[in-house]
Every structure is written in structure tokens, then in C-alpha cells.
């Protein structure tokens, strides 16, 4: 763990959800970011938010990150789309099969 106030001028702190998974798949070097402490109850819990990385690993580590975050908004939206296609299709089998149960059971005489 590295103190955000103790960093030393080689390094760049990123304080960004999922960053650390880029800089494991790239293996980079990184520490998580100790910010300070939380009291919770009595309890002094430690924040940590965020990696701090070597400064000639900053560049290529923002871009990665940008593509991730680029294919990670790609994959959300196809998933929201198959979801609405499934919901479409269960909707329109729903309604296919009415129909022909009311055609072979003759609906119309219960109305």
C-alpha cells in the first residue's frame, strides 16, 4: 500500500473504478492507494481508493483503460439489446400461441 501524501515524484496516482484489472492483464506494477483511515463504529478501517504506477507506465495504462472502458460499453449495450430482442420474441410466441389455442379450442364461444 502506498499513502497518496508519502508518493514518491516517480509515480502517478489513478483513482479509477477498474483500473486495476487493466494493469493486471497488461502486467503492470502497481499498489493500491492508501488514502487515509474511516472510523466505522470504533473500528478504524483503511481507504483505499485507486493504484499508483510508474510514470512511463501512465500513458499506455490511460489508453488501455480507455479501450477497455470502450468495449466494456460495446458488450453492455449488445447484452441490453439480446435482452429486449428475448423479451420481443417471448412477447410475440406468447401471442402466436393464444392464437391458435383460441383457433383450436374455439375461443370465441367462452367470450
Same mark, same amino acid.
Given at each position: %500500500?502506498?499513502?497518496?501524501?508519502?508518493? &514518491?515524484?516517480? /509515480?502517478?496516482? @489513478?483513482?479509477?473504478?477498474?483500473?486495476?484489472k487493466?494493469?493486471?492483464?497488461?502486467?503492470? +506494477? $502497481?499498489? +493500491?492507494? /492508501? /488514502?487515509? @483511515?474511516?472510523?466505522?463504529?470504533? %473500528?478504524? =478501517? +483503511? =481507504?483505499?481508493?485507486?493504484?499508483?504506477?510508474?510514470?512511463? &507506465?501512465?500513458?499506455?495504462?490511460?489508453c *488501455?483503460?480507455?479501450?477497455?472502458?470502450?468495449?466494456?460499453?460495446?458488450?453492455?449495450?449488445?447484452?441490453?439489446r439480446? *435482452?429486449?430482442?428475448?423479451?420481443?420474441?417471448?412477447?410475440?410466441?406468447?401471442? /402466436?400461441?393464444?392464437?391458435?389455442?383460441?383457433?383450436? $379450442?374455439?375461443?370465441?364461444? &367462452?367470450?
Amino acid at each position: %500500500n502506498v499513502e497518496l501524501a508519502l508518493i &514518491n515524484p516517480g /509515480l502517478v496516482h @489513478f483513482e479509477v473504478r477498474g483500473i486495476a484489472k487493466v494493469a493486471k492483464k497488461l502486467a503492470i +506494477p $502497481y499498489a +493500491p492507494c /492508501l /488514502l487515509g @483511515f474511516e472510523g466505522h463504529g470504533g %473500528n478504524r =478501517t +483503511p =481507504t483505499i481508493r485507486g493504484i499508483v504506477v510508474h510514470e512511463h &507506465n501512465a500513458d499506455l495504462l490511460r489508453c *488501455a483503460y480507455t479501450e477497455w472502458e470502450s468495449q466494456a460499453v460495446e458488450q453492455e449495450h449488445a447484452q441490453r439489446r439480446k *435482452a429486449i430482442y428475448g423479451r420481443w420474441k417471448r412477447l410475440i410466441v406468447g401471442m /402466436l400461441t393464444k392464437e391458435r389455442l383460441d383457433r383450436q $379450442y374455439g375461443g370465441e364461444e &367462452n367470450k
